[in-house]
T-cell receptor
Framework: EPEVTQTPSHQVTQMGQEVILRCVPI?????FYWYRQILGQKVEFLVS????????KSEIFDDQFSVERPDGSNFTLKIRSTKLEDSAMYFC?????????????FGPGTRLTVT | KNQVEQSPQSLIILEGKNCTLQ??????????LRWYKQDTGRGPVSLTI?????NTKSNGRYTATLDADTKQSSLHITASQLSDSASYIC???????????FGRGTSLIVHP
């Protein structure tokens, strides 16, 4: 069964460093998303992406964040200058359509630890 | 502000027992409500989706209900198994928006 994959599974970085989190969405999906979940907190929406453009983004997704689909398979989230409070689990998701009845399939997540 | 509140925060039951998880929301206009299961260290997996006109939907041992008037939903798990131990998250989608609102989840532990 097709699934969303994410790498790395765990990333440790120092405050102020740039990190790139990678995702490979399900191959026939066209809509991509990033979410984060701080330990013990609820999942929070960051950004949605379609046709090489950001469709929607939350207040969390400020100028230090960026997303890119550098090729036909990868979808990346870049954090330019990490802060301690960026430590969280980051989930990528993809869907066939942005329609609300279309399921978003989540990857296993990347645990980011900023020290 | 759209909110999704879940109760209880955590629940411990014995294998084979039933349980019911609750979700109250203030999201408006309402589009749909999903229940997700999230195993520790994994991404959420959808169990059910309910739209405005649906009252009950089952998926195996999982049965979700929706009362759109009172803005409440429940997830009933029948004959629990050890593998049901997970966080169960209620997610509500606002009409016209692609941004879902997540609840904090109910942590369910099933003991043998």
């Amino acid at each position: 069964e097709p699934e969303v994959t994410q790498t790395p599974s765990h990333q440790v970085t120092q405050m102020g460093q740039e990190v790139i989190l990678r995702c490979v969405p399900i191959s026939n999906h066209l809509y991509f998303y990033w979410y984060r979940q701080i330990l013990g907190q609820k999942v929070e929406f960051l950004v949605s992406f379609y046709n090489n453009e950001i469709s929607e983004k939350s207040e969390i997704f400020d100028d230090q964040f960026s997303v890119e689909r550098p090729d036909g398979s990868n979808f990346t989230l870049k954090i330019r200058s990490t802060k301690l409070e960026d430590s969280a689990m980051y989930f990528c998701a993809s869907s066939e359509s942005p329609g609300s009845n279309y399921e978003q399939y989540f990857g296993p997540g990347t645990r980011l630890t900023v020290t | 502000k759209n909110q999704v509140e879940q109760s209880p925060q955590s629940l411990i039951i014995l294998e084979g027992k039933n349980c019911t998880l609750q979700c109250n929301y203030t999201v408006s206009p309402f589009s749909n409500l999903r229940w997700y299961k999230q195993d520790t260290g994994r991404g959420p997996v959808s169990l059910t989706i309910m739209t405005f006109s649906e009252n009950t939907k089952s998926n195996g041992r999982y049965t979700a209900t929706l009362d759109a008037d009172t803005k409440q939903s429940s997830l009933h798990i029948t004959a629990s198994q050890l593998s049901d131990s997970a966080s169960y998250i209620c997610v509500v989608r606002e009409g016209g928006s692609y941004i879902p609102t997540f609840g904090r989840g109910t942590s369910l532990i099933v003991h043998p």
